[in-house]
């Protein structure tokens, strides 16, 4: 059950539905509730995931039911003994795939299941937290996934598993939509995203500039949600249902794909994204203006230069269009091994378009993401060896990333902590409606990525003779702000996780650069 707290109410209107809100201040920072999961378990389109650990597996099967299990302490896990019990009784066998590696709806059915059977042991939670829930049937049924959850989930577990005489087909799908609508991506211990749903984190309203931020804790999928800015009473609690660095067009669009609404928050109606410029383009036609909407909240308007002198305009086709361009250029060097070539093929791409986006549009700012973790970390660019200007590139990088996620992600949110690397680890799976593509990368440490180019540039200065010894005590207080602010975001994390792991390390670094500026 979600545990109880005074820090929020329930409250109803005709935009949001239910939603939460603020029933006293709260600080930055103050957890306001925590919550467990309802049911959990693997996404559409998942590989063959073990269904106790969720770690891949290949021809390894649960010995009782036949479905996907690592081992026998997996086989018997409490998340997989009820379903086992149905597969096992309605002799329903996992049918081992050509391709262990490729998608296996076989496994779509397997988190609705759970969360019938979870409605079966605990109806009243059933009838107070989750039959409230929006589940937009009306919209789902024009959609292509209406037809495939009815063949995958619906007719598999109403007939092949012979659960007719207790689940009907219009309660499945009402799960399915409950699932599609409601559910959020967490990491598992397995190393894959799996989704769940929070009855309580799921009434939180959306707006693309969140006040509100939730860690999963991985030993039992709890979830703590915590104010990411000072809050008033009466306010609502905002989580980001999208990414939050991406352009207007694409967050509106994933919206109404995924969550089936228009978003009309303040950063949406704004054409600057609140002075972030996440959307901007520089005008090709003349020198003195650039490309904004001309109105946001339109997905269909016209875009046209700032300068009225020059008044050219193009259409939100034509947007879309340059926008899926250049974001499949940008998934492509996603995939790349980090290293020398990950660096320079970014660079060139950014010198490609730099006349073509804001310096903080959105695409540019994922490939400088990137870069501000790549320099210094990879061979040929350690950070020992970064020469002086490439020290100051890194800065810049980190310095420009942060200046965006001031004006759409303000407070203490693992973002600001976090920046992007290429991988296949957590939240990197693709996800048909959950999740696009684009965001399947991990978050690196933006305010630890500063502390280093400043604490390096400080120490050549003053090996050089440039700056005094009182002066690098001052220069090395901004390095030393950095890790605090980086460890004190991350220290709210599980220790257990790669951002708690990285919290550790930033403590560890500002004890050791606090110590080191002591002994000048």
């Known amino acids: 059950m979600a545990q109880d707290v005074c820090s929020y109410d329930v409250a109803r209107n005709d935009k949001y ?40 597996v290949a021809e390894s099967l649960c010995a009782r039911c036949g479905w996907p299990a690592c081992g026998a302490e997996c086989a018997a896990a409490p998340a997989h003994a009820a379903e086992c019990a149905v597969f096992a009784r309605a002799r329903v066998r996992f049918q081992p ?29 059933w009838a107070s937290e ?93 979830v703590q949600v915590r104010a990411a800015t000072s809050i008033k009473a009466g306010q609502p609690l905002h989580l980001c249902y999208t990414h939050v660095l991406s352009p207007t067009l694409t967050r509106r669009d994933f919206l109404l794909e995924s969550k089936f609404f228009w ?39 016209a875009w046209q230069c700032t300068d009225k002198n020059c008044g050219f305009k193009t259409s939100s086709a034509a947007m879309r269009k340059l926008l899926a361009v250049v974001q499949a250029e940008v998934d492509q060097l996603d995939a790349l091994e980090p290293g020398a070539q990950a660096i320079e093929t970014r660079e060139a791409t950014l010198k490609k378009y730099k006349s073509v986006f804001h310096p903080r549009h959105a695409l540019l700012l994922s490939l400088k993401l990137a870069l ?43 973002m600001r902590a976090y920046g992007r690397v290429a991988g296949y680890g957590i939240d990197e799976l693709p996800d048909l409606l959950l999740e696009r593509k684009a965001e399947l990368a991990r978050y690196s440490m933006m305010l630890y990525e500063l502390h280093a180019p400043l604490m390096f540039l400080a120490r050549s200065e003053f090996s050089a003779g440039l700056i005094t010894q009182e002066k690098l005590k001052e220069r090395l207080q901004e390095p030393i702000a950095c890790l605090a602010e980086a460890s004190k975001i991350l220290s709210r994390e599980d220790p257990q996780s790669p951002e708690g792991i990285t919290g550790q390390i930033a403590q560890q670094s500002l004890e050791q650069l606090q110590a080191s500026l002591d002994s000048l």
Request: proline share 8%.
């Open 372 to 414: 501000a973790q790549l320099y210094g970390r990879v061979a040929g660019y350690g950070i020992d060896e970064l020469p002086d200007l490439l020290l100051e590139r890194k800065a810049e990088l980190a310095r420009l990333v942060l200046a965006a996620l001031d004006a759409v992600a303000p407070g203490d949110t693992r």
């Open 263 to 301: 978003c009309d928050c303040p950063r949406c109606a704004d054409p600057t994204e609140l002075g972030s410029h996440l959307s901007t383009l520089k005008c090709s036609k003349c020198d003195n203006g650039v490309i904004l909407a001309t109105n946001p909240l339109d997905s269909e308007a």
């Open 130 to 222: 989750l039959a409230p829930m929006e589940t937009h049937t009306t919209e789902r049924q024009a959609r292509p996934t209406w037809t495939a959850d009815q063949v995958n989930v619906v007719t598999f577990l109403l007939e092949h598993c012979r659960l007719g005489d207790r689940f009907d087909k219009e309660l499945v799908q009402q799960v399915c939509g409950i699932l599609e609508v409601n559910a959020v991506e967490i990491p598992s211990r397995g190393g894959f995203s799996i989704r769940a749903v929070y009855p309580r984190l799921a009434i939180a309203a959306h707006s693309c500039v969140p006040n509100i931020v939730h860690t999963i804790l991985q030993d039992d999928y709890q």
């Open 17 to 56: 539905g239910r939603y939460l809100t603020a029933n006293k201040d709260i600080e930055s920072g103050e957890l306001i509730f925590t919550d467990k999961p309802f049911a959990y378990g693997p996404k559409p389109d998942s590989p063959p995931l073990c269904l106790g650990c969720y770690c891949p």
């Open 97 to 125: 795939p050509d391709d262990w590696t490729a998608s296996a709806p076989q496994l779509d059915c397997i988190t609705p299941l759970r969360l019938l059977l979870a409605k079966e042991s605990n109806p009243e939670r």
